[in-house]
Nanobody, 124 residues
């Protein structure tokens, strides 16, 4: 079992930055593919970014490419999502997830463990 706890959300002005953290416990994450998803009000949860266990597969949704960066610190058992140039449409609850898949998977069904989410609100 892997427990995931997100933090770092809050209210940010458009154009600003925020860094989300996802602290894992129960097992080390160095053999897990780690992803970030988000769910905006009234919308389905969608893929944001993924970093596979070897670091060779890192993918981003087109909507965040060039603005968001996923990274991990295996020593701290933590995954991060650096978000720059934030837009009001980035407002959502952000979820961290862990997958046993070897590749950088982008579909929710491939993920085995989920955090509770952290709210990010971008004001215009």
């Amino acid at each position: 079992q892997v427990q995931l706890v997100e933090s770092g959300g809050g209210l940010v002005q458009a154009g600003g930055s925020a860094r989300l953290s996802c602290a894992a416990s129960g097992r080390t994450i160095h053999t897990y593919t780690m992803g970030w998803f988000r769910q905006a009000p009234g919308k389905e949860r969608e893929f944001v970014a993924v970093n596979n266990w070897s670091g060779g597969d890192t993918f981003y949704a087109d909507s965040v490419k060039g603005r968001f960066t996923i990274s991990r610190d295996n020593a701290k058992n933590t995954v991060y999502l650096q978000m720059n140039s934030l837009k009001p449409e980035d407002t959502a609850v952000y979820y961290c997830a862990a997958s046993r898949a070897y590749r950088g998977v982008t579909t929710q069904k491939e993920y085995d463990y989920w955090g509770q989410g952290t709210q990010v609100t971008v004001s215009s």
